[in-house]
């Protein structure tokens, strides 16, 4: 949209009218210097990360053989996702973008809701792939002493855990331009590994009669759970997870040179490309495996297989490639630990957008000499050490973190949806063809794969939904920027996912009173979302007053403007 400095008929900021708010600002603009490259090798960078070592395992216990359709249909859903995010980033290439959209479309009490689950999700990956480096690490004698039996953390495990978060943090101060060519060099190995473990792999397999095609039929067959467990496999198998990360190229708009050609590119061709590579290593992984670690039951947890603390580099031993396994354990702390280096930098970008919109405190919006928002990129490293407190292992927040991410995404549907309706005619460098389809059909998904995480996981989502609704509405706030009424479906919609989950036939604990049967499950919950987005879309804020909030922040952002304290 072309930016509007006049101040002619627009509302004023704080006025009489409902919604409009003075973002907070810190002292200065975030610097573009991010190119397509840096961008497409942040988001790739968060994708392949500690979801690759585990995954095509993972996959295999919980749907057999069966998780290569997991694999596709959980990349399929995902870029639906991110073909709405790809729209929404070119037109406003904010930092911390994925957590502010549905600010501007619904207000303070949406944009409160969604930016809190977009900053939980963000500072706790980095802790997710620290103790993913050390359940690799484990291998060697020296780091042995690092964890319990049970895979959890121990008090020696806990103080390299924050060392190492530490000097994820360390790297971030250093500015954009360190991040960006630190994260560059080691995406390039991330990518390469996975790349050339399916090559090498593939090739000696054939080469040695090590292909067992065999195995797409062995313990109780392609799908011995059918269609229910290929379901559940995508977020329990940590492939939702694993396909992660595309929005970063969102996260980091306010910092690209050219944010409405790069982003859609990135946003898009990053996740294109993991889907690639991970259907390949599951179909390759399922190809390789030795007859002595095929279960006669799959989705067996005492299997040969379940206990393999390091899949591929095991696999790999087990087959003869000896020198791959000594790359494949390196690779496990450098993939992991890029991952953690970029969601690092995404806490606090996503900190420092809602600072700009007024719901965390605007020293959270200060930038450093480096133009790094110091506060934030401190806070995401203590939020991450907490984190090894409840959370102690790296199969304990998969499923959390996933169900929390997937609601971050849903917000942006919502805002494509209203934005489309309520600025038809605004600039769109990135205009997603068949909008008005994919927008619903990308929020029925998100709520899905909330539905398929199950009750244990999204109760436990819940509690930490209160305590953020504690947290950031504690201040005080005028009663024009909450906008209830623009938001009256957001408590609806969690409370009715909340039921819809616990009454599915993925609850996943033991049966629920009058559990729903499979396509049921699916019926209600895609109804049930179909109604939560067009309410939402119907009580959007109006235009005048979008387009007001978002130039407040866009055109500054844009221009690199300095701006002036918010409180």
Not at 33 to 38: A, F, H, P, R, S
Not at 313 to 323: F, K
């Amino acid at each position: 949209m072309s930016a509007d400095h006049s101040s002619g008929n627009r509302p004023t900021p704080g006025g009489d009218v409902p919604g409009a708010s003075t973002p907070s600002r810190g002292g200065v603009s975030l610097a573009r210097e991010i190119g397509l490259v840096g961008l497409l090798w942040a988001s790739m960078g968060s994708i392949i990360g500690s979801g690759w070592l585990f995954g095509a395992q993972r996959g295999l216990i919980n749907a057999g053989p069966a998780a290569i359709i997991s694999w596709v249909i959980g990349g399929i859903c995902i870029l639906v996702l991110a073909l709405v995010h790809a729209e929404l980033g070119a037109m406003y290439p904010l930092s911390g973008g994925s957590a502010r959209f549905p600010h501007y479309a619904f207000g303070g009490v949406a944009g409160a809701g969604f930016g809190w689950f977009s900053w939980l999700q963000a500072v706790t990956v980095a802790p997710i792939e620290v103790s993913a480096m050390i359940l690799y690490l484990t291998h060697y004698h020296f780091a042995q002493s690092w964890l319990h039996d049970d895979q959890t953390l121990t008090h020696t495990g806990l103080i390299v855990a924050f060392v190492i978060m530490a000097i994820l943090a360390g790297i971030n101060y250093l500015g954009v331009k360190v991040l960006a060519h630190t994260n560059s060099v080691l995406t390039w190995w991330k990518v390469g590994i996975p790349v050339a473990t399916i090559v090498i792999v593939l090739i000696h397999g054939a080469a040695n009669g090590g292909l067992h095609t065999s195995n797409f039929h062995a313990g109780g067959g392609f799908s011995p759970g059918g269609l229910t467990a290929v379901l559940i496999a995508i977020p329990a198998s940590s492939i939702v997870f694993s396909y992660l990360g595309f929005e970063q190229a969102d996260q980091l708009a306010g910092e690209s040179k050219n944010p409405k050609r790069d982003i859609p590119v990135a946003v898009i061709g990053s996740i294109v490309l993991g889907l690639i590579i991970y259907i390949a290593l599951q179909v390759v992984f399922l190809l390789v495996l030795p007859n002595s670690l095929v279960p006669g039951d799959w989705r067996s947890a005492n299997s040969p297989l379940a206990m393999l603390t390091g899949p591929w580099a095991q696999v790999a031993t087990a087959v003869g490639i000896g020198w791959l396994a000594s790359i494949l354990y390196a690779d496990a702390v450098i993939s992991p630990a890029g991952t953690g280096l970029i969601y690092t930098a995404a806490g606090s970008r996503v900190s420092y957008g809602l600072a700009r919109n007024n719901y965390f405190h605007s020293v959270f919006g200060r930038l450093n000499a480096a133009k790094v928002p110091w506060f934030g990129v401190l806070v995401s490293f203590i939020a991450g050490c907490v984190c090894f407190l409840p959370f102690p292992s790296w199969q304990s927040l998969i499923g959390l973190i996933t169900s929390a991410s997937v609601l971050m995404y849903a917000g942006a549907p919502l805002a494509f949806g209203a934005f489309r309706r309520r600025l038809p005619d605004a600039e769109r460098p990135f205009r997603l063809p068949l909008g008005e389809f994919f927008s619903p059909l990308a929020f029925v998904v998100a709520t899905w794969i909330i539905m398929w995480t199950g009750w244990d996981t999204d109760y436990k989502l819940g509690i930490l939904i209160v305590v953020g609704a504690l947290v950031i509405f504690n201040r005080e706030m005028r009663p024009e920027f909450m906008n209830f009424k623009a938001a009256a479906w957001l408590p609806v919609y969690l409370i009715g996912m909340g039921l819809i989950t616990y009454f599915s036939i993925f609850r996943q604990s033991d049966p629920a009173p009058h559990e729903m049967g499979l396509w049921w499950s699916l019926g209600v919950c895609a109804v049930f979302a179909l109604g939560i987005y067009y309410w939402a879309v119907n009580v959007a804020l109006p235009a005048p007053v979008i387009q007001t909030m978002i130039e407040e922040v866009v055109v500054p952002e844009e221009e690199g403007l300095a701006v002036p304290a918010g409180h």
